[in-house]
C-alpha cells in the first residue's frame, strides 16, 4: 500500500524544537521528492519546504529558513522536519506530501497530519 504516515509533533513554548516524522510505504523516498506543507486555522494551506530526490537537495519557504531542516534517512525510509526556534505563527497542521511514479503511473500521496502547537 502506498502511503505516508507522520508521528510527532505536540505543544511547545516559543523558542523550542520539535520533529516531525514521516514514514513512506510502498515506494521510496530516495528516489522521489517528499514535501511539507502546513495549514493553520482560517489560512490556505502553505508549503514549508521540499526534499528533491536524492543528491539534489532541499528548498524552503522565506518564513522558515534557517529554523526548519528537512532530511532523509534512506534505512528508515523516512523523511524528517526538524523545527527549531518556534514561534506561535508556526502552529498548525503539518503535512507530508509526495508524488510517487509506480507502475508508469503518478498518484498524489499526502500524510495523515500532525499538529503542532507553539505558545507565547
Known amino acids: 500500500q502506498v502511503q505516508l504516515i507522520q508521528s510527532g509533533g505536540g505543544l511547545v513554548q516559543s523558542g523550542g524544537s520539535l520533529r516531525l516524522s514521516c514514514a513512506a510505504s510502498g515506494f521510496s523516498v530516495v528516489n522521489h521528492a517528499i514535501a511539507w506543507y502546513r495549514q493553520a486555522p482560517g489560512k490556505d494551506r502553505e508549503l514549508v519546504g521540499t526534499i528533491t530526490r536524492a543528491g539534489v537537495g532541499t528548498i524552503y519557504a522565506d518564513p522558515v529558513q534557517g529554523r526548519f531542516t528537512i532530511s532523509r534517512d534512506s534505512a528508515e525510509n523516512s523523511v524528517y522536519l526538524q523545527m527549531n526556534s518556534l514561534k506561535p505563527e508556526d502552529t498548525a497542521v503539518y503535512y507530508c506530501?509526495?508524488?510517487?511514479?509506480?507502475?508508469?503511473?503518478?498518484?498524489?500521496?499526502w500524510g495523515q497530519g500532525t499538529q503542532v502547537t507553539v505558545s507565547s
Open positions: 506530501y509526495g508524488v510517487p511514479r509506480i507502475d508508469s503511473v503518478s498518484r498524489e500521496v
